[in-house]
């Protein structure tokens, strides 16, 4: 079983819905990571957490450390959020000089007109 | 703007070559990683480094080495490609330390072994 595991692994939705897309681990951790890979490759960092909720612009993610589990909401989506989402870990204890993360397998978006 | 800048988008090579994929950030970071992702098996980390001269394995060093001679470059060298090593290739970069580091990755060197 993988240490993070992301759902749903392919997700399509109409312009203007909401997204929900969920990570759940199963180590302890010291922070969650949500990532954008656009179709070419590149990846972005969206949000970096240890607790509670973040917000930036439509994109909205949250975190529950006692469930082990946290959430990447998009309000409004539009093709252009089309991409896969990446959850990733830094696992607790791993506070070396090296920030080793673990990775989730994505979640392939998209969204159409 | 900081970046982090793979050498190449699209490398198709031989089996048997040796391949040099460079990365270079700007940001001078201590720590760097080479990634490898595959379909249905996400990032997996190959090597990393935590200074200049500086390596570790990650989960799947065999086949690669890696050289880090100055803080802003790291190359991950396959000495001799297999078709098993085709793969997409990131490069990512952090700064040391606690539990609210960020990391930055390049765009990635989608890499065929013909």
């Known amino acids: 079983k993988n240490e993070v595991e992301q759902s749903p692994q392919n997700l399509t939705a109409q312009e203007g819905e909401f997204i929900t897309i969920n990570c759940s681990y199963s180590v302890g951790i010291s922070a969650l990571h949500w990532l954008q890979q656009h179709p070419g490759g590149g990846i972005v960092s969206l949000f970096m957490?240890?607790?509670g909720k973040k917000k930036h612009g439509r994109l909205i993610a949250t975190i529950n450390i006692q469930e082990k589990h946290s959430s990447l909401h998009i309000t409004a989506s539009h093709p252009r959020d089309s991409a896969v989402y990446i959850c990733?870990?830094?696992?607790?204890?791993?506070?070396?000089?090296?920030?080793?993360?673990?990775f989730g397998t994505g979640t392939r978006l998209q969204v159409t007109l | 703007d900081v970046k982090v800048t793979q050498s190449s988008r699209y490398l198709v090579k031989r089996t048997g070559e040796k391949v040099f994929l460079e990365c270079v950030q700007d940001m001078d970071h201590e720590n760097m990683f080479w990634y490898r992702q595959d379909p249905g098996l996400g990032l997996r980390l190959i090597y990393f480094?935590?200074?200049?001269?500086?390596?570790e394995k990650g989960d799947i060093p065999e086949g690669y080495s890696v050289s880090r001679e100055k803080k802003e470059r790291f190359s991950l060298i396959l000495e001799s490609a297999s078709t098993n090593q085709t793969s997409m290739y990131l490069c990512?970069?952090?700064?040391?330390?606690?539990?609210?580091?960020?990391?930055?990755f390049g765009q990635g060197t989608r890499l065929t072994v013909v």
């Open positions: 990512a970069s952090s700064s040391p330390g606690g539990k609210n580091t960020e990391a930055f």
């Open positions: 990733a870990v830094k696992q607790a204890g791993n506070t070396g000089t090296a920030s080793k993360l673990t």
């Open positions: 957490l240890s607790s």
């Open positions: 480094s935590y200074d200049v001269k500086m390596k």
